[in-house]
């Protein structure tokens, strides 16, 4: 354990083997041994590396929180699963020696990139100093609310984040900035106050939140989301000239179509199939994934590319975007439009009758897509009703694609990736911007067909970076950790469904426990609680594979208007290959692009929590009107402080706190899932199916809080029914509608 603490947690059996002298049967002593120790929760595994529970890594991206007793900067790691390792470590900020870092010093609330180190024989809660390698993000000094007006012309701003709901501020008239009731604000505060609350000024108006665009502003602004393009980056892409067909393969008489979904506004991936005649390949296909050569427009280090790299990725709201590169480069210049000539990198992949890639190629080309499909026009036309679109592609295009796609899926199900069934559901609006309903797209084999495509794709172009030893950023998956195996373990035994204790773990054990539940009441339960066994996908310059996936070697090529990974593959790949000048510097290094990697895998943590909290204030809106209506919903999320519940017709979330479940005092069971009644034994599980009443809605928040009405299930062999002094009367499910439970008496 020493020697795993000494090597910052980046050891394999074969280092500690070679470390130690160890021979043969040593070895197998020391598997059964790291085995024990794992088990016993001593030590972990991630990326097929060793480490101490807790351990840092050595290079962190961290948030500044706080300062000690001595004014010293700390931080926190922000990506840190507190659920597996418990508390984030908090790390003293040491700064980088003199013009080791650019820019301006760190400061409260700022992101940095940090250099850790363990402090030897630390004895208090800090035990990890960070040197500063890079300032990536200031912090951002504004609070964002909603402005009240008072009857003395001044107001007050409510928070719109929920950990600061109930902490108002006061804005004098003089400091106001002109803003009107029900004004979105951001605010600075100027003065804080021993009594009383602190003192703001209005910054900004950003418009009133009864508009339509009101909802998703306040996520952009909250989360630092970069809405508004630098002048810079407007400027050169107005200034891009089209692609010409110098050093391109001419592919335009290829008829290429794009399949997107009916409202996309760029369309950066084309595909094509087709029988392959080689007589040794029967059977076999000839499939083409042609993607939009963002890298013909966007130089590294140009202002276009700093830009890219802030954003990292687009951002999709109900209602609107927020792109990663101008209207100019994804909207036109690389948007595969039918019958346009549009620069593309293309990977030509043969594959066999079973479904198997045997080989591919990459070509810089000029491509003229065939037509601009959607899923549902594509799938429609398969199923017998082509349109004046589709009716001339069906036989050269379309039916071609179909049959690919059935040999492809062979090898899919022979691969067996990670088969959870976890529906989708989609916000349709009003013009007005309100929610008018909320629907689960169909899953159609058309969806299907362009995923497993650029599957494939992803997996050529990283096959290829490896054989041509470029430097890339992967897109990596690692496999549930011990502790979370352990624990989904202990709670399927509870439903008397075994998962074999083994050391390696497969996607095809989950698939098998999924297939058992199948269509019963235990399905979605079970899908939920393997989904949060699962570790969370990132982007890394080391591969340690795609566990959902079940693939050895993955990389993101295939959407570089969206993401700035794929940008970086399509560079690396264009120099690999040479393809151009406009690759991947030869000066690039592994640091560097870890640093990249942590810094778009953050960006796009920042963009799902975004688009999560604007569905939830968007359904919270929606729902403020049906106060006292009853809705049937399942349970979610189990916690000691309650149960949180989704809805069947919206998918809304919302909360149950435990206090008004009943006069019985309800226990937190980690191991089961569930809050279980002392006295009763009456369990309410994740994935329960409840009946609730809405009892109040903070829609600037998108909180929601419900009633319980339905009963629970009971504990076999557990007590049922109130017992003991001063427990109170058990309250029948109708009852507590009427009455919920005094707080602070009975949880």
């Known amino acids: 354990m020493a ?64 300062r000690d007793e001595d004014g010293e900067l700390i931080a926190t790691p922000i990506d840190w699963d507190t659920e597996e390792h418990g508390e ?45 390698l890079k300032l990536i993000e200031k912090a951002r000094a504004l609070t964002l609310g909603i402005f009240r007006r008072d009857a003395q012309g001044g107001g007050r701003l409510i928070p719109v984040d929920k950990r600061n709901m109930g902490r108002e501020l006061a804005i004098p008239p003089d400091f106001s900035g002109g803003a009107e009731e029900g004004d979105l604000v951001s605010v600075e505060i100027v003065r804080h106050h021993a009594y009383g609350l602190p003192t703001a000024k209005v910054k900004e108006r950003l418009g009133s939140i009864a508009t339509e665009k009101a909802i998703s502003l306040i996520a952009i602004h909250a989360h630092g989301i970069p809405s508004v393009f630098r002048r810079e980056a407007l400027a050169e892409a107005e200034e891009a000239k089209p692609a010409t067909l110098a050093h391109r393969e001419d592919w335009r008489d290829l008829p290429l179509v794009t399949i997107d979904p009916p409202d996309a506004k760029d369309h950066d991936d084309a ?25 013909a427009y966007v130089r590294p280090g140009s202002g276009l590319d700093r830009e890219a790299l802030v954003r990292g990725n687009s951002v999709y709201f109900p209602d609107r975007v927020v792109p990663m590169l101008p209207e100019r480069i994804s909207n036109d210049l690389c948007s595969l439009r039918p019958l346009e000539d549009r620069p593309a990198l293309a990977v030509r992949m043969i594959v066999g009758a079973n479904g198997r890639k045997k080989r591919h190629s990459f070509h810089r080309i000029m491509m003229r897509s065939a037509a601009k499909l959607g899923y549902a026009q594509a799938q429609s036309a398969i199923d017998g009703r082509p349109d004046e679109t589709t009716d001339p592609l069906m036989e050269g295009v379309l039916r071609p694609l179909w049959d690919a796609y059935r040999v492809v899926k062979k090898a899919r199900d022979a691969r067996a990736p990670l088969e959870l069934d976890l529906p989708e ?43 041509k030893r470029v430097p890339l950023v992967y897109r990596v998956h690692d496999q549930p950790s011990l502790e979370k195996m352990s624990g989904l373990r202990e709670f399927l035994q509870t439903l008397d469904i075994k998962l074999p204790k083994t050391e390696t773990v497969r996607p095809a054990q989950f698939n098998d426990i999924l297939a058992r539940v199948d269509r019963t009441e235990l399905a979605p339960l ?140 309800y226990r937190y069971d980690e191991g089961r899932h569930a809050l279980i009644g002392d006295q009763t034994g009456e369990m ?26 339905s009963e629970g299930h009971y504990v076999k062999g557990e007590k049922r029914g109130p017992r003991g002094p001063g427990r109170g009367r058990y309250r029948r499910p109708e009852e507590r509608s009427r009455r919920p439970a005094a707080r602070g008496k009975r949880r």
């Not at 280092?15 to 030590?43: H, N």
């Not at 087709?274 to 963002?294: H, K, M, Q, R």
Request: net charge neutral.
């Open 3 to 66: 020697f795993i603490a000494a090597h910052g947690g980046d050891v394999g059996k074969r280092d500690i083997s070679k470390a130690f002298r160890l021979d043969g049967t040593e070895r197998i002593a020391l598997k059964s041994m790291l085995r024990e120790l794992a088990d016993e929760g001593l030590i972990g595994r991630k990326r097929k590396k060793l480490h101490l529970p807790g351990a840092l890594p050595a290079v962190v991206m961290a948030e500044i929180v706080d």
């Open 88 to 132: 984030a470590p908090r790390i003293l900020v040491r700064l980088a020696r003199r013009g080791r870092v650019a820019g301006p010093a760190p400061a409260m609330g700022d992101r940095v990139l940090l250099k850790t180190e363990e402090i030897p024989e630390a004895d208090g809660h800090i035990r990890h100093t960070g040197r500063v």
């Open 271 to 295: 595909v094509h199939a087709a029988p392959d005649t080689d007589p040794e390949n029967a059977g076999g296909f000839i499939l083409t994934v042609a993607i939009a050569d963002v890298a």
């Open 425 to 467: 559901r989609k916000i349709l609006l009003k013009p007005n911007g309100t929610v008018d309903k909320v629907i689960v797209p169909e899953r159609l084999d058309a969806h299907k067909l362009i995923e497993e495509f650029m599957i494939l794709a992803n997996v050529a172009a990283a096959e290829t970076l490896e054989e």
């Open 526 to 665: 079970v899908n939920q609680v393997i989904l949060r066994s699962q570790a969370q996908a990132e982007y890394a310059n080391e591969n340690y594979g795609h566990f959902g996936l079940n693939l050895r070697r993955y990389a993101h090529f295939t959407s570089p208007i969206r993401r700035y990974a794929d940008l970086i593959v399509h560079r690396a790949l264009i120099r690999g290959l040479d393809f151009g000048r406009d690759g991947l510097p030869e000066a690039t290094t592994p640091e560097q692009l870890a640093e990249v990697a942590a810094r778009i895998s953050a960006s796009e943590r920042r963009a799902m929590a975004a688009e999560r909290e604007t569905i939830d204030r968007l359904i919270a809106h929606h729902m403020a009107e049906q106060i006292g209506a009853t809705f049937k919903g399942r349970i979610g999320g189990v916690t000691k402080a309650g149960l949180f519940v989704t809805l069947d017709d919206t998918g809304a979330d919302g909360f149950i706190p435990a206090v008004t479940l009943g006069m019985d005092y």
């Open 684 to 709: 309410h599980r994740l994935g329960d199916r409840v009946e609730v009443k809405l009892v109040e809605a903070a829609p600037v928040a998108g909180a929601l809080r419900f009633e319980l009405i």
